[in-house]
């Protein structure tokens, strides 16, 4: 008798069109008063070299629903300002997310012409359902996952205000 077992891969790409510079996407990535302003309004820290570690903290939101602290924990393998960012990403909030492995996180910026770039984030959430499920937007009243974080991002970088201000 032969068994085999499939290994599957599950990697998700997202992609925006943004008119900004490379480095004005850049600094909104990695710098914390910038993710402050998008998204679930999360700072972060970077420390960008490979082997630097990276934290997502609360939001207020985040903390009147009873989240503190570290949320989001990594670290960063590869720094190539002002186009690409891969980081180890772990989400902490939840103990059954926080029992997944580390998942890998890739940011590629590409200027297509003057003034606007393609944003790719590959999420590569092998091993780790209930990040994939974040990630995707698939938890009813969670958020949008990295679709709602990407559009939020453009629409700030281009009028100078959220989708929610």
Same mark, same amino acid.
């Given at each position: ?7 599957? #891969? ?10 900004? #510079? ?19 309004? @999360?700072?972060? %820290?970077?420390?960008?070299? =490979? ?22 924990? $990594? ?6 300002? =002002? ?38 984030? %590959?999420?590569?959430?092998? $091993? ?7 990630? #995707? ?5 969670? $958020? $949008? ?16 205000? @959220?989708?929610?201000?």
């Amino acid at each position: 008798m032969t068994s085999t077992t499939a290994n599957t #891969t599950t990697v998700h790409v997202f992609r925006v069109y943004i008119r900004a #510079t490379p480095q004005a996407i850049w600094d909104a990535i990695v710098t914390p008063e910038w993710q402050a302003k998008y998204g679930y309004r @999360a700072p972060g %820290t970077y420390e960008l070299r =490979p082997g630097g570690a990276y934290q997502g903290i609360a939001s207020p939101a985040m903390e009147a629903m009873g989240a503190s602290g570290v949320i989001v924990e $990594g670290e960063v393998v590869e720094v190539d300002p =002002p186009r690409k960012l891969v980081q180890t990403w772990h989400p902490t909030w939840d103990p059954q997310i926080a029992a997944e492995a580390p998942t890998r996180l890739t940011w590629e910026i590409d200027e297509i012409e003057k003034g606007v770039c393609k944003l790719t984030v %590959t999420h590569d959430v092998t $091993g780790a359902p209930s990040v994939e499920a974040q990630i #995707t937007g698939a938890i009813e009243g969670a $958020g $949008g996952g990295w679709a709602y974080v990407l559009s939020d991002l453009k629409t700030l970088l281009e009028t100078g205000r @959220a989708l929610e201000d």
